[in-house]
């Protein structure tokens, strides 16, 4: 629960920063509003998870280990981006989409 409220005021944050600090033409804004988009959306992921949660149940553990693995990677490189405007860090993002991509699999398949 702490870690998806958190994330979620993270989240919050990040976007104001992003509205102050990232220009409207500049162009890593998309990139930025994509990074904050997802971030929220996950964190929020990551509180349903945690309500859901019970010992015997893996598949919302490994749902949430996948969530947060996802905002670190996928939202952490695309704020990287484009704050520094160095591009090497979008290699990373690719990563974590999978793991949004599996963590939802999880939770939908239960494994």
Do not use: N
């Not at 994330?7 to 904050?36: I, L, Q, Y």
């Not at 859901?52 to 553990?61: E, G, N």
């Amino acid at each position: 629960w702490r870690l998806g409220c958190t994330s979620c005021a993270f989240a919050v944050a990040m976007g104001a920063m992003g509205a102050h600090f990232v220009t409207p033409t500049d162009r890593f804004e998309k990139t930025f509003k994509t990074g904050s988009q997802y971030h929220f959306i996950h964190s929020i992921g990551l509180l349903f998870v945690s309500q859901a949660f019970q010992p015997q149940q893996t598949h919302l553990s490994r749902a949430g280990l996948l969530f947060t693995s996802g905002i670190i990677l996928f939202c952490g490189s695309l704020y990287t981006v484009a704050i520094t405007g160095d591009r090497s860090y979008g290699r990373l993002a690719p990563i974590g989409g999978m793991c949004f991509i599996v963590g939802w699999l999880c939770l939908a398949f239960k494994r």
